[in-house]
Nanobody, 119 residues
């Protein structure tokens, strides 16, 4: 599975951004898709996930501000980020778990996209 992320950029606090992720390859085997972020000096951490059955979950700090959505027919996922705060500044990564060619469930990652929120 290959993941191509897009979106991100620089925005003032209170603003909005939208991230997108397009999957290709063995897309039929994708289970959960999600967004992670890594701030300078911190570990990569989950932001939000969308499961194949359309259920979602979010880290507490983004609940009510971020919305993850997934289109299984187009093999895409997006993250609408509203009311952005400086603490949201990080590199955001698209993630999917899927079967590799050995039918083993593995994590796949897209390239990171920078989100910078100025105060």
């Amino acid at each position: 599975v290959q993941l191509q992320a897009s979106g991100g950029g620089l925005v003032q606090a209170g603003g909005s951004l939208r991230l997108s992720c397009a999957a290709s390859g063995r897309v039929w085997s994708i289970g959960a898709m999600g967004w992670y972020r890594q701030a300078p000096g911190k570990q990569r951490a989950l932001v939000a996930r969308a499961f194949r059955n359309s259920t979602t979950d979010y880290v507490d700090s983004v609940k009510g501000r971020f919305t993850i959505s997934r289109d299984n027919t187009k093999n895409t996922m997006s993250l609408q980020m509203n009311s952005l705060q400086p603490d949201d500044t990080a590199v955001y990564y698209c993630n999917a778990d899927a079967l590799n060619r050995f039918d083993k469930l593995v994590d796949y990652w897209g390239q990171g996209t920078q989100v910078t929120v100025s105060s």
